[in-house]
């Protein structure tokens, strides 16, 4: 037998909808100002990069591929990601997990040295 102070669950439909103030309209105008943003800044630029890119043809890209010093170029930059990724990586998580588990001296100064490549531009460094 079920308990009578025991209710079930019902949602309210109208706090649901109360959480949307934009009318449908709205909303799609908008979404179509993101998207416009979005093909205009990234799509649009993306487009005429590979436009430029084979202006001549593949033929450049497979001449190009067959120079030795590109395929020296591709090996060692290739060799280079496999040793810095998992380098990084056991890194990475050593310093995170030292930074949240425990407080030692010299912890801000660690989380400073972590964030300053996000914050210094790419050209300075």
């Known amino acids: 037998m079920a308990d009578p102070e025991i209710k079930s669950y019902e949602p309210h439909h109208e706090s649901q909808s109360a959480a949307v103030t934009e009318s449908r309209?709205?909303?799609l105008a908008l979404m179509a100002v993101a998207f416009a943003f979005l093909g205009?800044?990234?799509l649009l630029p993306l487009i005429i990069v590979f436009n430029e890119?084979?202006?001549k043809g593949i033929g450049a890209y497979t001449e190009a591929l067959s120079s030795a010093d590109t395929r020296s170029a591709i090996r060692l930059t290739l060799l280079v990601a496999a040793?810095?990724?998992p380098l990084n990586i056991?890194?990475?998580i050593s310093?995170?997990?030292a930074i949240a588990k425990f407080e030692f001296k010299g912890k801000a100064f660690l989380?400073?040295?972590i964030d300053l490549p996000f914050s210094v531009s790419p050209v300075i460094s």
């Open 53 to 55: 890119a084979f202006a």
């Open 111 to 113: 989380t400073t040295l």
């Open 90 to 92: 056991v890194f990475g």
């Open 95 to 97: 310093a995170a997990w």
């Open 40 to 42: 205009i800044f990234l």
């Open 25 to 27: 309209p709205a909303r």
């Open 83 to 85: 040793i810095s990724v």
